[in-house]
């Protein structure tokens, strides 16, 4: 009898001891939108939890993607049951206000003791470095734009000697409008894209702006609304102005697809995919669009011509793709070991053997990016590590300035108004954010 009370005792012992070890695993939640970035953060989940069993990861992946997700994720940060980390956008806009609502974690230490200050771009590096100084963010995935797509067979039939190199397609903004006059010439159609979406054109700009203004002045651009920021240059000055100037002279000199302002982003495409219009204007992303919409298309890409002898072309990184830990989480040390996962060469790997989105990281195996990527845009990841990048001007700045300055550029294409009355209106809106208190 005592022995079978003896071996009662032990089995509830050992039930409380699991039961206690089950309730002393660190569990923590991590919030992002559906897609690609639930897919790779539940592969990274996985594979971390295999390696730290004493920690739960649960993702959490909201409903709505981006157009519910986007606004409603500040108040969600706030409330009382916001999650321990979350994937948002790094960007001049609502990750601006999580900042200064000191809502986020600064990982500056976790820049210095993993490392991220050597392994990630400059640019993007400025891109996530706030007022302050401080880091509360990582970036995690990228993408570039806006390259140029363009038929092989139509270039051929139009006379026009493709690209020598992808990096700077072409020398100058003349030897670009021969180009446009050949295909002209020829029945087709030159730059296609969806002009109706105001963020396509915002691409355009941005890489006049890379090409036209000295990358100290494009830095005050990308800061001069901040409150009680001395600005250098404004949207009434020339640097701004000879750059919605040039936008409106590619209009004119035919650059652009007839009828561009009226189509989609889909629409443009097509354009290019039925074979009406020798070149297409999109990200790295529009490489896996096209090889599915059109498989038989035989395109090549390249960057968008030099436009100043003195300012050489680079690609524009989109770096917005970003980690953050939430202040008030009760796990911080277990929050930033998961962190510490997805950063690193193992974990960025997997994430994009799992979703084929690109690492942030400069230091990934060349040779796993080539077995993986599509043989074009590996060409351009190439390129990308050769010459740089730059960060397009409609990023870091608050969503009101970006958002307005799509439409004015459509309305300036449209002719309903002039370059210098969109530098005023600008002027105004950036005047307007200076002026609040820090």
Known sequence: MRKTSFLVFLSVALVLLLS??????????????????????????????EKNPDIEVVIDVAGGAEEVYKPNFPVIAASPDRPDMAWYWVDGRQYQDLVAAGLLVPLDDLYESEGW????????????????????????????YPQVYYNKKIFEEAGVVPPQTSYVAYASNQEWYDVIGKIRNAGY???????????II????????????????????????????????????????QVDRMLLEWKEKGVFAEGFLSRSYPEGRMLFVQGKAAMYQDGSWGVGILRNEAPELDFGWMLYPKIKQEIDPKFLLYAGNG??????????????????????????????RVTTEFPSRLDIDTSLIQEIADPLVY?????????????????????????????????????MRTPESVGQELEAIAERYRSKKK
């Open 189 to 199: 159609e030159p730059v296609s894209f969806g002009g109706k979406e105001g963020w």
């Open 323 to 352: 980690m953050m830990i939430l202040k008030g989480t009760k796990h911080l040390d277990a929050c930033k070991e998961f962190l510490k996962f997805i950063m690193s060469r193992e974990g960025q790997e997997l994430g994009f």
């Open 117 to 144: 200050n050597e392994v990630l771009p400059q640019s993007t590096l400025e891109k996530y470095t706030s007022p302050n100084g401080h880091k509360y963010a990582v970036n995690v995935t990228v993408v570039w």
């Open 20 to 49: 206690f070890a089950v309730l002393a695993k660190t569990s923590i939640r991590v919030t992002c939108i559906p897609g690609p970035t639930a897919e790779r953060l539940q592969a990274q989940a996985k594979a971390f939890m």
């Open 202 to 241: 915002g691409h355009t700009h941005d890489t006049l702006l890379q090409r036209m203004v000295p990358q100290e002045l494009l830095n005050d651009f990308y800061n001069n609304w901040r409150p009680g920021w001395e600005p250098k240059v404004r949207y009434t000055d020339e640097a701004w102005l």
């Open 379 to 415: 060409e351009m990841w190439l390129k990308l590590q050769e010459i740089g990048s730059s960060t397009g001007w409609d990023d870091p700045v608050p969503a009101e300035l970006a958002e307005r300055s799509f439409i004015l550029f459509q309305e300036m294409l449209s002719g």
